[in-house]
């Protein structure tokens, strides 16, 4: 992954979204932190980014990651995180990030996604209800855990086809 996207998206992103993100307010990444984001082994820590289509091809910002980190001592569980700039919020790059994700992850053994959101990040709660997945979700300190069964969801696929038929017209 490119740190300078990385950096300069997480700059772009509004208070609301980074705490959203972090679960805490966090105004800057730090270089460790920078490194860890920008450089997943591809096994236990994979990331896909979704970037502005320029003229000359893909290479623009960055406008979306999504990642997930196996847990050591459950490898076929992952936490995941996703983050998209704030002006591409609510057209679907949350959803598309998570459908590759989940196509990736359930072809390399993963079978639960635990995702830790803030009570009232509707827009993530959301997108995870519609995927259809079994869902327990856990409250504590203002703070929701969704841990989600893996399988597949035709809502993702659809993202996925949109997505590829959409890139197809252009």
Same mark, same amino acid.
């Given at each position: 992954?490119?740190?300078?996207?990385?950096?300069?998206?997480? @700059?772009? $992103?509004?208070? *609301?979204?980074?705490?959203?993100?972090?679960?805490?307010?966090? %105004?800057?990444?730090?270089?460790?932190?920078?490194?860890?984001?920008?450089?997943?082994?591809?096994?236990?820590?994979?990331?896909?980014?979704?970037?502005? *289509?320029? $003229?000359?091809?893909?290479?623009?910002?960055?406008?979306?990651?999504?990642?997930?980190?196996?847990?050591?001592? @459950?490898?076929?569980?992952?936490?995941?995180?996703?983050?998209?700039?704030?002006?591409? %919020?609510?057209?679907?790059?949350?959803?598309?990030?998570?459908?590759?994700?989940? @196509?990736?992850?359930?072809?390399?053994?993963?079978?639960?996604? $635990?995702?830790?959101?803030?009570?009232?990040?509707?827009?993530?709660?959301? $997108?995870?209800?519609?995927?259809?997945?079994?869902?327990?979700?856990?409250?504590?300190?203002?703070?929701?855990?969704?841990?989600?069964?893996?399988?597949?969801?035709?809502?993702?696929?659809?993202?996925?086809?949109?997505? @590829?038929?959409?890139?197809?017209?252009?």
């Amino acid at each position: 992954m490119d740190k300078y996207r990385l950096h300069f998206g997480f @700059k772009r $992103l509004s208070e *609301q979204s980074r705490h959203r993100r972090f679960l805490h307010s966090k %105004q800057e990444l730090n270089k460790t932190e920078l490194r860890f984001l920008t450089h997943p082994d591809g096994e236990f820590h994979v990331a896909l980014g979704m970037v502005e *289509q320029t $003229l000359l091809g893909f290479g623009g910002k960055g406008i979306g990651v999504g990642r997930y980190i196996r847990l050591h001592y @459950k490898p076929d569980s992952a936490e995941v995180s996703l983050t998209v700039a704030d002006a591409y %919020q609510g057209r679907g790059v949350g959803k598309l990030l998570l459908a590759y994700l989940a @196509k990736v992850a359930m072809d390399d053994g993963v079978q639960r996604f $635990l995702f830790y959101t803030l009570g009232d990040n509707r827009p993530t709660k959301h $997108l995870l209800q519609r995927t259809g997945w079994e869902m327990d979700n856990e409250i504590e300190a203002g703070a929701i855990t969704f841990d989600a069964q893996l399988a597949p969801s035709q809502y993702l696929t659809n993202a996925i086809t949109a997505a @590829k038929q959409s890139n197809r017209n252009k």
